[in-house]
């Protein structure tokens, strides 16, 4: 996979063929369905190469809470660093073995907490679901900052409703910023306290019962 990776960092997703690959082999693209049986197990492969390479949420150090917040700070770096990863995770959604040591140490990072099984998943696909998210919208922003004045594109029509729009006037005077990365570290500091909050209700409603 590494040949497919460095083709992926070289030229973006879109680039990633059968014919493309093979050409960077050296081996005709028939050859390659001998043991892919086209693109999107191609994708698949690749995803759960991606995912070997980093590290496994339960061996980050301190509390669960902590592991929580430092695997979704790193998807977040990885992802606007790496779009292409984001793209990836957007669009493979089969588990290869990777993802189940993945998911599996993402589960362990619970161990000791005392939580249901149905909590801890639900945690894992809240802040997965969030970070993933969060990116896209960053990814995006950065895709179409250089296109200029976001009002020259609709004219009139849209400085007409921007100069009704009293509470984002307001916001914007304040000096407040959309899609910025402090959004996100708010975003992530709601998210892990309303789990310490739930975590706490559950096991305590647990030691009441």
């Known amino acids: 996979m590494d040949t497919a990776i460095a083709l992926v960092e070289a030229e973006g997703l879109s680039a990633l063929t059968m014919r493309a690959l093979g050409e960077r082999l050296g081996v005709a693209p028939g050859t ?26 339960h061996e980050h150090p301190g509390d669960w809470s902590e592991k929580l917040e430092a695997w979704a700070r790193r998807d977040w770096v990885e992802f606007r660093e790496k ?14 073995p990777a993802m189940l040591t993945w998911l599996d140490s993402a589960i362990r990072v619970f161990d000791g907490t005392g939580l249901s099984a149905q909590t801890r998943l639900d945690m894992i696909e809240a ?20 296109a200029g004045d976001p009002m020259s594109d609709r004219g009139e029509e849209i400085e007409a409703a921007y100069l ?4 984002i006037q307001w916001t914007l005077t304040e000096g407040a910023v959309a899609f910025s ?11 892990l306290a309303g789990f310490r909050t739930i975590a706490d209700e559950e096991l305590n409603g647990r030691t009441d019962g």
């Open 32 to 57: 390659l369905y001998t043991y892919v049986k086209g693109r999107a197990a191609l994708m698949g492969l690749l995803l759960d190469a991606v995912v070997a390479r980093d590290g496994l949420p």
């Open 164 to 167: 009704q729009a009293e509470h």
């Open 127 to 146: 802040l997965d679901a969030y970070v993933r998210g969060a990116a896209t919208v960053a990814v995006q922003s950065t895709a179409g900052g250089g």
């Open 181 to 191: 990365g402090e959004g996100f570290e708010f975003g992530l500091r709601s998210l």
């Open 83 to 96: 779009p292409w990863v984001l793209e990836l995770r957007l669009s493979v959604s089969d588990f290869g």
